[in-house]
């Protein structure tokens, strides 16, 4: 058990002996609080490390939107995230790790506007990480009415700052996309690429992966970033926490059209 969590015996025995409602409400308030901490903390150590073969490892910083108490994903939906990224950047010796998590205003649960894509991440933005939020809804901002599933957003006073958003509708794969617009990819033609987002079915999305051009593109704008300080390399091993234990989730394999990233 983390330190810092109250058992409920405890809060319960406390509440009975001090008799007082006071005390039982406040001592609800901490292991409320308790739990949202080791929550937050879920995002961390549920997801996997870098792998150890990776020579760049690079931490993300999530945000993600919690709303009427709890969160708009699960640990374990970001852990399938980190883990197709980590495999679709392995060709470029790039690895991704969550190294910290943070709660998102229920105020960005639906993101509906460019204006509501730069506020998201305006104030949280710092360099040396990938910044990744998690919302319950990403408009298109193209098509009144539609949605997406993820985006690489520059903030438009400043382009330089920039960050992925994911919604809370994305598969597996829509975090390797939109980092892969990170590393300096457009949308491809290439039938067998990740950023192809034509509809077709071969190959299916899950054997998507990055043609060699684009690997090449990757290298080249992985070394830049670390150059200028975009990205800063983080320790593999500094992992906090011991190698996830949660199940795979199966790609999604519904149709392009479904599953198609942003
Ligand atoms: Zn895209």
Same mark, same amino acid.
């Given at each position: 058990m983390p330190s810092g969590i109250v058992p409920s015996w405890i809060v319960m025995a406390a509440s009975m002996w001090m008799g007082g409602p006071t005390l039982g409400a406040m001592q609800t308030a901490t292991l409320i609080e308790a739990r949202?901490?080791?929550?937050?903390? *879920?995002? =961390? +150590?549920?997801?996997?490390?870098?792998?150890?073969?990776? %020579?760049?490892?690079?931490? @993300?910083?999530?945000?993600?939107?919690?709303?009427?108490?709890?969160?708009?994903?699960?640990?374990?939906?970001?852990?399938?995230?980190?883990?197709?990224?980590?495999?679709?950047?392995?060709?470029?010796?790039?690895?991704?790790?969550?190294?910290? *998590?943070? =709660? +998102?205003?229920?105020?960005?649960?639906?993101?509906?506007? %460019?204006?509501?894509?730069? @506020?998201?991440g305006r104030d949280e933005h710092s360099l040396g990480v990938v910044h990744v939020f998690v919302v319950r809804r990403l408009a298109d901002v193209d098509v009144p009415g539609e949605v997406i599933r993820g985006v690489h957003w520059r903030d438009r006073v400043q382009t330089s700052r920039r960050w992925v958003i994911l919604s809370s509708i994305a598969s597996s794969l829509v975090l390797a996309h939109e980092l892969g617009h990170f590393f300096g990819l457009p949308h491809s033609k290439h039938r067998k690429s990740l950023m192809n987002k034509s509809p077709h079915l071969d190959p299916p999305w899950h054997l998507r992966t990055f043609p060699e051009e684009e690997l090449a593109i990757m290298r080249r704008r992985r070394d830049a970033m670390v150059e200028d300080g975009t990205l800063v390399k983080a320790n593999v091993n500094a992992k906090p926490a011991a190698p996830p234990t949660l199940p795979v989730t199966p790609v999604d394999p519904r149709s392009p059209a479904d599953a198609a990233p942003g």
């Open positions: 949202q901490r080791l929550g937050r903390d *879920a995002f =961390v +150590v549920e997801s996997p490390p870098c792998p150890t073969q990776a %020579r760049w490892c690079f931490e @993300l910083a999530l945000h993600v939107v919690e709303e009427d108490g709890a969160d708009v994903q699960t640990p374990q939906w970001v852990a399938d995230q980190v883990r197709e990224a980590n495999r679709l950047f392995a060709p470029i010796d790039v690895g991704f790790r969550v190294g910290s *998590a943070k =709660v +998102v205003d229920a105020r960005f649960a639906s993101v509906e506007t %460019r204006l509501d894509r730069d @506020l998201l």
